[in-house]
């Protein structure tokens, strides 16, 4: 018999969005469901990602990446990505947990980088099939917020994170718009308040799917 189908999740969402956070605690639900989990992130996931990842964060030279370099590099993390952990944990029967997935290029690049969506749409196709995760929960806030618990983090930003407001809140803008486009694939989630009210409120969105899994599955 084969393995039943996996399930795939992303959580997208701006900085500080709270996204780690409740990919564990929704991995940590799943577990004590008795459901298989591989938890990972993008860009990364893989050797081969990981390498593009420090690129990414950490350009060399002081001028940076362009757009386009920079949404090549993403969809060639991706690829790797998918090829070599995400397909592959699928089709033993696994959910996989992503921090990040093709949304925060579609909102980064697509739509604050100003590339578009068509062009990101494009490279996905290309460099992984155009996989999409069964279902997006999008971490929003109240920028002010946000922006907070990035400075209580005390931690050095990186090279997409160190952009100007401008530029984040047009990714929030992007996210928004995907989201009024495809409201079952994507659920706007409020991020704000304490974690686990938080968590409940995902774990609402995911009702459907986690319907019938787990002990007696």
Known sequence: MSAPEGRFIAFEGGEGAG????ARLLVEALQARGLAVVTTREPGGTLGAEAIRRLLLDPPGDAGWTAEAEALL???ARADHVAHLIRPALARGEWVVCDRFVDSSRAYQGGAGGLGDDAILSLHAFGS???RPDRVILLEGDETVLAGRLTARGAISDAIEGRPATYHRAVAEAFRALAVA???GIVRI???GAPDNVHARIMDALADLLDGEGEGR
């Open 74 to 76: 993403f969809a060639a």
């Open 182 to 184: 495809d409201p079952v």
């Open 129 to 131: 099939g155009g996989l």
């Open 190 to 192: 409020d991020g704000i």
């Open 19 to 22: 996204k780690s956070t409740q």
